[in-house]
């Protein structure tokens, strides 16, 4: 949970959460790493000349340029690709899986970093032998935690400082804490670090894309939910009394499945729904994609027989204009 003292527009409400292990996880390492070999994709044992390529690979050669070539027109001599989605799920929609789909490396954890002339993949011991299989020879493989393996802000430092350059990301798949963390580092060696917000994968993965998430969302009965969506924010708002707190905004998709009693089916195995939520202590708003559908379609789940809007007592738009109990709290 996140506690703001403001309230803050929707489009700022992304860089507030605090889970995204896997940017602070590579960029905390310690600064241990001297005498770190010189790294390139002819490391790698299986992008020796002669050596046949594993079928598992992906050839990422157009996809590479296709994102090199948007370098120049954002001010960008990089960009880095991180696992994450908007709401730092641990395991995000398909639609999200931007590093996948980039790298070809199909593991949980891992990042991406694409320079105009090197692009290279962090990823942890789990994961050293898939990836080697799964990364073409365009990519340098980062087994973090190998003590020759340099951090990612070190290598960015060791690639872009001398010429002060810049590297991108999108704001919305990185928490604010990591963020900052690592914007410090960098402007400590001359690197510069910029927000993309069109993501610019986004920008080239127009064919192949699995469809954005739009699962039928399900009302949990009570019988399994044992407190009504309508107490939790209640509860809330006594804590964010004795917080001192006015609003209060969740982005993590397994807090609002839990606050408002619903379930649905956006991310495999996840029973989770892309959405946001700010409570203020006089009104609570929930953002969904495709509002007007999901709140009167018939619930998919055999548990229940409520549709979205009866569960959360709004008209059959979302609107409080006919019962204020959503809007207003309770
Ligand atoms: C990958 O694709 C590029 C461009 O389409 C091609 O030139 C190259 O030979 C391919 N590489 C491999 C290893 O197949
Ligand atoms: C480095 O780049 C940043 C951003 O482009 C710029 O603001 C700054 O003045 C540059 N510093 C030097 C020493 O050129
Ligand atoms: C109503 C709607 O947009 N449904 C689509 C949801 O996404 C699936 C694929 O994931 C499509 O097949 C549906 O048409």
């Known amino acids: 949970m996140h506690h703001l003292n403001v309230l803050i527009g929707i489009s700022l409400v992304i860089c507030f959460s605090e889970a995204v292990p896997v940017l602070d996880h590579y960029y905390h390492r310690s600064k241990r790493n001297n005498g770190l070999k010189t790294q390139s994709p002819d490391d790698r044992e299986s992008c020796k000349p002669g050596v046949a390529s594993p ?3 992906v050839n990422t050669t157009e996809r590479l340029k296709a994102l090199r070539d948007l370098f120049t027109g954002n001010g960008i001599d990089g960009y880095i690709i991180p696992s994450g989605d908007a709401h730092q799920s641990e395991y995000p929609s398909d639609y999200d899986l931007r590093r996948g789909y980039i790298s070809g490396f199909s593991g949980s954890a891992g990042t991406a970093i694409v320079l105009k002339t090197k692009a290279a993949l962090w990823t942890d011991g789990r994961y050293y032998l898939a990836a080697e299989d799964e990364l073409d020879c365009n990519w340098i493989l980062m087994r973090a935690g190998e003590t020759e393996t340099p951090t990612m802000t070190k290598w960015l430092i060791d690639n872009l400082g001398a010429t002060n350059g810049t590297v991108g990301a999108s704001p919305f798949f990185t928490s604010s804490s990591s963020w900052l963390s690592m914007e410090s580092t960098l402007k400590d060696g001359t690197v510069n670090m910029k927000q993309i917000t069109d993501d610019l994968i986004d920008q080239i993965w127009t064919t192949g894309r699995p469809s954005e998430p739009n699962s039928t969302i399900n009302a ?37 499945a839990w606050l408002f009693n619903l379930r649905a089916k956006d991310i ?9 939520a700010i409570v203020e202590r006089s009104r609570t708003r929930l953002f969904l994609n495709d509002k007007n559908r999901k709140l009167t ?11 979205l809007h009866e569960h959360l007592n709004t008209g059959t738009t979302g609107s409080c204009m006919v019962k204020w109990t959503l809007c207003r709290g309770s």
């Open 268 to 276: 495999d195995f996840n029973p989770f729904f892309i959405s946001y």
């Open 297 to 307: 379609e018939n619930p998919k789940d055999d548990a229940t027989t409520q549709k």
């Open 220 to 256: 949990l009965p009570m019988a399994y939910a044992g407190r009504s969506w309508q107490d939790k924010i209640s509860d809330m708002h006594t804590a964010m009394a004795e917080q001192n707190v006015d609003a209060l905004i969740v982005t993590g998709l397994d807090e609002t």
């Open 55 to 57: 079928v598992t690979r």
